[in-house]
């Protein structure tokens, strides 16, 4: 029972991850995350690549939800996107609105060895939910300056 426990304990990087994200506090997010950190997204088939990019995501995303909260966590082994190797990863799982539109989801975080997070994949239901999400997270990096405009 004692490993059950020790393995199901939320990683400190997640931790620290979830209050920040929940306080809003992007310019702490950095230290969280390595260098090459890779995002996958449910509205954009490849990853976004590189710390810079992804806090600029995660600022477009804290001006985009309203009323964010995580409401659970999981801890274990997954395999990475990268490489395939296993690392330690959780899931928090989140719930918010995006106009209008009710969002149930997860971060699914991999760590490397340091403790920061190296993958991050986000999934979110209904579908619905999803396409509100895609609208206002590209409108977000345009008006950032972290897509192009639409032609």
Do not use: C, W
């Not at 997640?14 to 306080?23: C, D, H, I, S, T």
């Amino acid at each position: 029972m004692e490993d059950f426990v020790n393995r199901t304990a939320t990683h400190p990087t997640a931790a620290r991850f979830r209050a920040l994200v929940e306080q809003g506090d992007l310019g702490a997010l950095e230290e969280l995350f390595t260098p090459d950190v890779r995002l996958y997204s449910p509205v954009k088939f490849t990853p976004f690549e590189g710390r810079p990019m992804v806090l600029g995501l995660f600022g477009v995303l804290l001006r985009t939800f309203e009323d964010f909260r995580y409401v659970g966590a999981y801890a274990g082994q997954a395999r990475t996107s990268v490489d395939g190797t296993e690392a330690e990863s959780n899931v928090l799982l989140f719930r918010t609105t995006v106009n209008g539109k009710e969002i149930h989801g997860i971060d699914l975080l991999h760590f490397d060895e340091e403790g920061r997070i190296k993958e991050f994949t986000v999934m979110v239901r209904p579908q619905s939910a999803v396409l509100a999400l895609g609208q206002a997270v590209h409108e977000g990096l345009v008006a950032a300056g972290l897509a192009p405009a639409p032609q």
